[in-house]
Structures are given as C-alpha cells and as structure tokens.
C-alpha cells in the first residue's frame, strides 16, 4: 500500500471533454478538471463562483444586445427585439426606436459603428443606420448614398452569368423596359436601372420579362442593348450581408444575391461606392472566386482586411487599399456557420470565430514566419462545451470570451495567450441565454425564464440570478417590487445572512424577521470535480485498484462557505462555516487560507472524482489550489 500527495497549483487548462479521462500525458490534464459549472477561472490559475445576474428590465421579448460606445464615459446597451430597439444606459432605459428588423431577422443581422452611427446590414431588408444625438434621442433610416441621378453612388451591377439584353419602348403609356429573357420579379417595382445615359424606373410589373417605366435621360430605344445596370442592391436582388470599417473605408461583404462579391467605398466617403477610372480614391469592387461559391459571413478589420466565408478565411491586403494595389488570399479553409451570424471578435491581435461545424474556437492569427495566418482550434479539449453557438463577445477586463450556445447555456473561455491559459467552463441559469454583450467594462445577458425574457447583467457582488437588491433605513419585513420573480422560489440573504428560500407572489416576500438589506434572486450552483488520477499521471492513482481519500486541503481566498463532497454523497458532504461559531444572526467573514478535510472508505471506481465542490449558497467561493492525501492499494 502506497500513499501519495499531489498538489493541483491552477485550473489554467479548464473543463476536459470526457474523451480525455485516459490523457494522464497530457500537459492539460494536471491542471484541467472533470466539472466546472458557473465559475470562472482567473488568468492566474484559481476557479471561482460566477458573478451572479442582476436583473436591469423585462425585453419585449426574443433579440439580440449589441454594445454602442460613443466615448468611455457615454456607453449604451441596444436591444434588439421583434421591430425595436431599446437603448439602455447605466442601467436604465433611455429611448426606443423603431425598425425593420422582425424577431426572425435578428439572428442574421450584421453591424459596425462609426462614431454617433450604428450601420446595420441584412440580407433580406434594406440596410439602415441608427444615429445617436444624445442620451434620449436615436433615429433609424435606411442608408443614403452620395450622389442623385445618373451620378448615384451604390454600387451598380449585371446580374446572370451571361447579362441579358433590355429595350425601353415608349409607344405605350406608361413606357416599357423589357428583357429578352425571363429576369423581372414584383420586386423590382421601385429599382431605378441605369441604361445607357438614362435612368429608367420600374413602376409596374407585367411579367417576368416587362416592366412599366419612366424614362429620365435618352437611350437607344426599340433596340435591344447591354448596357445597361440595376443597384447591386435592391429589394429584388437582396441587401448588404456584413459590414465593417478598414483603412477608412466602408466594406460590405456579400449580398443575397451576390453572396461571394466585397464592395469598398472610397476613402472617407462611406456611401460612394462609385468604381470610376480605379484610381487610389475610387471604390473597390471584386469577386471572391474560388472551387466554390462561399457566402461571405464576416468581413473584421484585424492587422488585416479579413474576410470569413462559409468555405474558408481569407486575408485582403494593400498599403493602402486602392484598385491596383488590393490583393486577395485564402488562408485557411474552416469556414463560418451559414445558419448563425457569431460575430468574430478580436482578442490580443488574435479574432476568434466560430467554426461552421458548431463545434469549434479557432484563433485566426498571423505566424509572421510563414507571412500567413493559421487557425488553431481553442476548443480543441473541451469539445463538448461548445454546441451550435449563437452569439459570442470578449470582456476585456476580465479576459473572458462568453459563446451563447443553441442549448441556452454560456460556454466561457478565460483566454490569456501570452500565459498559454485556454480554460473553459459552463454557466448555467434558471433559464435559457440568448445573447451576451460586453459594454464597457459590464457584461449584459439576454435570458428567457418564467415565460419571459429579461435584460440582466453579470454583477460582481451578487450570488444569484435574476436578482435584485434592496435597502431601507428602517427593518422590515416585506420587499416588493420583484414581479418579475412571480410564482418563482428565490434565494433570499437579509442583511448579509442566507435564510429561508421563499416563494415571491404579488410580486413580494416576506421575511421571518425584518431585515435593512436583502439580495433576492434564482439560486445557481457552482460545481468544481477534478479529473480522476490515473495509474502514470499526474494523481498517480490506479486502474481497477482501490483508492482512499486521506484527506484534502484547499486555499481559499476571500471564502466565507465551502461546501465538499468528499464521496459519502451530498446530504453528508462536509460544510465549513468560516468565522465565530454560535452566531447565526451574523454573515459568515470572508476567509483567506487552507482548509483541510478528512475522507473515510475506499472507492473501486476508478473515473469518480476523490472529492467535488457543489454549492447553491449564495455565498462567494475561491479556490487557488488543492492538496490531496491519498491511499492506493499495490
């Protein structure tokens, strides 16, 4: 019989997928673990228990949260929900706006800001940009190109892979434009075609092949011409897909109808995208070819113009960017989900994006030995985190990457390349995430839960979702004003201490005593297992040998309750209460040290973590390292 000692010093590689429990080689697995659920790990190598939820106002339903930061000091949450957007500052609601965008629409919207303007594309409705003039005052209208009439400045283009021939007849009242073959929809009704020095503006549809007209200009008429070009954009043909800044240029990437082509306007003139004779000023217009036709996802300015295709990322390049000097690459053939817009987000020079297989974090880095950019896989250990996400966004400050998945949960990443530190874990609620958005140094989450869905925000402080707190100067026992909690069994600390769970109704509790401070809100737990040892690893345990837990020590930091299981299940699991003992009435103080406990019986299971950490108190709880003592028989 051999004893053995083995000290876990970080969590820095995360939550491994369950693929790995026989990996004991693996760098990882020292520092990984088998569980972690609603902490986050520090870049310096310790776990703790999430920031819980604050509850900031009730959407009107489904959406999306996209940051808007005009300045560090006047920043804004904007939720997009079914035909609106409500914008939120500090906390509050300040304004609502009307748009176009329906609840359908949202999981496809694209974005990027200039200034006091919002730029917001889709591929199905007209693109529009949301303008800021103060905190209360926000307007949404569909972009404007420079220019009127023959000198209009959105793109123009020939749509087929052989361009059809137009005639103008103006023997009829109205006028006609027709085809020679089958190219008009109903949607054309309203798109003004350019042909030859005239403007041409379809104003009845009679078939596939003939529109009614005005005629604005002269043209060859009665004959068939192919000279002639309609907006690259256009309700018949579809609307920008994505769009970004870079080298003070305005890019659109794709359209629905012309989902491979990248459009550039010319510099510092944001809405003219005419082509003239290429000079360094012109606009830029070109096609991505390759063995496929790959939508355009994301265009993101980076080091680079970079462009994320449903088939491969590509990489534009030009000092400056002008019609001689642009030059386009493929670097790596991943390819971004067709299903889903992920914004790509940058981390440290590195952007991050979600893969097209729904199972991936790749890293798109530039190796400046290889002068190309590479893609490596941050999920690669902890697949099983991440499912179809949704929405993604950084927090800078805390240096955690949040993916918002199909399933409602939130896979985070504490990313620190630098430190080579890739942890996951899982955050988990009362409920389902939909959409994640760092502003400023806050992070706000959009939840449906109770048949409701509500804006909340991590809020360090706070121990439980969905939560509000309150204070009076004089103790009482009743606190309303939590209907969004109706019917919903909360977790309730009054003046610092845990007491009874309630149950709101009317939109209140009440209290077995009265309290001056209340925190209320969903409990969640927090989960902490470590990976099982094995026979050559890091534990040193053994395959089908009989082990017994000694004893365990943890430091703590900052930690009032520790609750461990230790493997007699959790109705007798340890739990450690820091400070005096016999004061009940009194919050537990935080504690800073090791904290041992001591285990009895020998388990044959060989992949059942020696001890775990499941808490729903409402409590903080940091864990630097652990210590364990264990028997393993010969």
């Known amino acids: ?42 870049p310096t190598g310790g776990v703790h228990r999430r920031a819980g939820l604050g509850h900031i106002d009730t959407a009107a339903g489904p959406g999306r949260l996209v940051s808007f930061e005009f300045n560090s000091a006047q920043v804004y949450l904007l939720v997009f929900t079914h035909l609106k957007v409500d914008v939120y500052m500090d906390g509050a609601k300040v304004a609502t706006v009307t748009t176009p965008w329906t609840e359908a629409n949202l999981v496809d919207i694209d974005w990027t800001q200039s200034a006091d303007t919002l730029l917001v594309v889709h591929p199905t409705v007209a693109p529009q940009r949301i303008t800021r003039t103060s905190h209360t005052a926000w307007s949404v209208a569909t972009w404007v190109y420079d220019g009127t009439g023959l000198s209009a400045a ?40 350019r042909f030859q020095g ?52 305005l890019i659109v990437g794709g359209s629905r109808d012309l989902p491979n082509h990248l459009w550039m306007s010319r510099p510092g003139r944001f809405f003219d995208f005419a082509l003239g004779t290429g000079l360094d000023d012109d606009a830029i217009h070109f096609e991505i070819l390759s063995d496929r036709v790959d939508g355009i996802r994301h265009v993101f300015s980076g080091r680079h113009l970079q462009v994320f ?29 067709a299903s889903q817009r992920v914004p790509p987000r940058d981390v440290d020079g590195a952007t991050l994006f979600a893969a097209a297989s729904g199972r991936e974090l790749r890293e798109f880095l530039y190796a400046d030995a290889e002068q190309a950019y590479q893609a490596a896989d941050l999920a ?74 509500n804006v909340e925000v991590f809020e360090d402080g706070l121990n439980s979702d969905s939560a509000l707190t309150g204070t009076a100067a004089t103790a009482k026992s009743t606190w309303s004003g939590l209907a969004h909690l109706n019917g919903m069994t909360v977790k309730v600390k009054a003046d610092g201490v845990e007491v009874d769970d309630a149950v709101v109704s009317g939109g209140s509790i009440t209290l077995a005593y009265p309290a001056q401070a209340i925190e209320v809100g969903l409990p969640f737990t927090h989960i902490v297992e470590p990976l099982p040892p094995l026979p050559d690893g890091p534990g040193g345990g053994g395959n089908g040998r009989q082990m017994r837990l000694v004893r365990v020590s943890f430091r703590v930091l900052d930690t009032p309750v520790l609750h461990v299981d230790t493997g007699r299940g959790p109705t007798a699991a340890s739990f450690k209460r820091f400070g005096p003992s016999g004061v009940l009435d009194a919050p537990p103080p935080p504690f800073t040290g090791d904290v041992t406990v001591r285990a009895v019986g020998w388990q044959r299971d060989s992949v059942r973590p020696l001890w775990s950490i499941s808490q729903d108190t409402p409590h903080p709880c940091c864990v630097l390292s652990v210590t364990t003592e264990t028997k393993v028989t010969d």
Request: proline share 5%; aromatic share 10%.
């Open 309 to 337: 295709t449903t088939g491969g990322e590509w990489m534009v390049t030009g000092e400056p960017l002008t019609p001689s000097t642009v030059q386009l690459r493929r670097q790596t053939r991943i390819g971004a989900p």
């Open 198 to 249: 005239a403007l041409v503006t379809a104003t009845g549809y009679i078939g596939t092949q003939r529109l009614q007209c005005t005629v604005e200009g002269s043209c060859t008429l009665g004959t068939y011409i192919s000279d002639w070009a309609e907006p690259a954009f256009n309700a018949a043909r579809g609307w920008p897909s994505s769009v970004t800044f870079h080298q003070d240029r």
């Open 1 to 42: 019989m051999s004893k053995l000692r083995q000290t876990k010093t970080n969590f820095t590689a995360g939550e491994l997928a369950p693929e790995l429990l026989g990996r004991g080689d693996l760098a990882a697995y020292e520092n990984g673990a088998a569980r972690l659920r609603n902490v986050f790990i520090q």
């Open 154 to 193: 959105h793109p123009w283009t020939q749509f087929g892979v052989t361009p059809a021939s137009m005639l103008v007849y103006t023997h009829f009242t109205p006028n006609e434009i027709r085809c020679n073959v089958p190219y008009f929809t109903p949607e054309h009704v309203g798109t003004t075609f």
């Open 380 to 453: 690669l250990l902890a697949r099983h985190l991440v499912s179809d996400p949704v929405d993604m966004d950084y927090d800078p400050l805390r240096r955690l990457v949040h993916l918002v998945m199909a399933d409602g949960s939130i896979a985070t990443v504490t990313n620190f390349r630098r430190e080579k530190v890739t942890a996951w874990t899982r955050q988990e609620t009362a409920g389902e995430f939909l959409s994640v958005a760092v502003v400023g140094t806050e992070t706000y989450a959009l939840v449906a839960r109770n048949g409701a869905v």
